[in-house]
């Protein structure tokens, strides 16, 4: 049970924040930390930090088949391994927060903008990069982490 609550608070907080970062950055930009951190409005037709725009059909069906399939390992192997299986959660809800956007919009609302990393992102997003991060580090520090 407790992957799907992750998966879903990523996806519906995900799905939140963008609606109400919609609403507030139609008028422009707002400065959260001069110089280093603001929340904008774009419209990420692309895949990560931009790449490989105008693909939306591509991502749309690579995204569900990759969601299907990490949905299935989660489901067969959650009780054999929690850490892991919280890593794989949180990269779902990120990966469905995202393709949710390029169905409904044809492509994706990022927001967060710092001034030391170019590319704007999301929560989806981020879900996404920490859950493969922490995924990562299971793998190589812990040879038990294995499903």
């Known amino acids: 049970m407790y992957p799907v609550l992750i998966a879903a ?3 519906a907080l995900d799905q939140i924040i963008k609606n109400i970062m919609t609403e507030a950055l139609a008028s422009g930009p ?3 930390i001069k110089n280093f951190f603001y929340l904008v ?3 990420n037709y692309g895949i990560a930090f931009g790449m490989f725009k105008n693909k939306v059909l591509f991502f749309i069906v690579t995204n569900c088949i ?3 399939f990490m949905a299935f390992v989660i489901y067969r ?3 054999k391994n929690v850490p892991v299986t919280i890593c794989l959660s949180l990269i779902l809800g990120g990966a469905i927060g995202n393709v949710i956007d390029r169905i409904r919009l044809g492509y994706v609302v990022d927001y967060l903008s710092f001034t030391i990393f170019p590319p704007v992102f999301n929560l989806a997003d981020s879900a996404i990069v920490v859950g493969a991060l922490m995924l990562s580090l299971l793998l190589i520090l812990n ?3 294995s499903i």
């Open 9 to 11: 608070a990523v996806i």
């Open 41 to 43: 409005y774009v419209k």
């Open 66 to 68: 990759i969601s299907a």
């Open 30 to 32: 707002i400065t959260v």
């Open 143 to 145: 040879k038990d982490a």
């Open 77 to 79: 192997f959650h009780d």
